[in-house]
């Protein structure tokens, strides 16, 4: 019988049986130099902000952030993920509610890639990104790839290509693509795949995320 091969551990720095908890104790709390976790196909590990030797929290911090353009401010605990920040926090925390929940939660342990976006160009695995690793670098979510309301080429793609089912994998399938392209609108289908990878549809829908991002690389390649 053939034998099963396990996915390999993502390059987020998540170890099969090192646990979220286990991730944020030693990165957020202990103050050790943060490192964003970054998705495979995407780039070398990149240093986070400096967080003070003595660490910081475990009361709410303020936390500065810019989100597809715009300066927020929230006070949040250190242990709170740029997810849940920007899903729940900056609707309940601020005067004026910014309403984000395109980004999915869904294993919320760096292995599925629902809640992928952009951090400083690059796409992180927002569950295991802390908020406050996020200050200074620009943050674009799903709701940012449009432009003056029409929609980014992947995102117009995936509809015309029926490229989704449930819809939770989606937005972070967006993502990975729309950086994918950005880059490298050249990119061949092997590297589109490869920026999918740390991607995972439970629907089946994966081969047409595929070619929904080929079909928008040539799109783009069309108006250049
Ligand atoms: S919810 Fe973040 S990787 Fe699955
Ligand atoms: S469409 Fe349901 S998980 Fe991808």
Redesign the pocket.
């Known amino acids: 019988m053939k034998k099963k091969t396990r996915r390999p551990a993502k390059a987020t720095g998540a170890k099969p049986g090192f646990s979220r908890r286990n991730f944020i104790q030693t990165v957020g709390i202990a103050g050790v130099g943060a490192t964003i976790p970054l998705m495979q196909g995407c780039g070398t590990t990149e240093s986070g902000p400096d967080i003070p030797a003595e660490g910081v929290g475990p009361t709410p911090v303020d936390v500065a952030l810019n989100v597809n353009g715009q300066d927020v401010r929230i006070k949040v605990e250190p242990r709170v993920t740029l997810l849940d920040a920007l899903r729940d926090h900056l609707k309940l925390g601020s005067a004026d509610p910014v309403d984000l929940t395109g980004s999915k939660?869904?294993?919320?342990r760096?292995?599925?890639?629902?809640?992928t976006m952009m951090v400083g160009g690059k796409t992180v695995?927002s569950?295991t990104t802390l908020a406050i690793e996020a200050q200074g670098k620009e943050i674009r979510t799903v709701e940012g790839l449009q432009e003056n309301g029409t929609l980014h080429p992947v995102q117009q793609e995936f509809v015309a290509c029926d490229g989704l089912m449930c819809g939770f994998c989606t937005p972070g399938f967006i993502m990975s693509g729309a950086a994918c392209l950005e880059k490298n609108p050249n990119a061949s289908r092997d590297e589109i795949r490869r920026a999918l990878d740390g991607n995972i549809c439970r629907c089946g829908t994966q081969i047409r995320a595929l070619e929904a991002c080929e079909k928008a690389a040539r799109r783009i390649k069309g108006r250049r």
């Open positions: 939660r869904v294993c919320d760096a292995s599925c890639g629902a809640c695995y569950c």
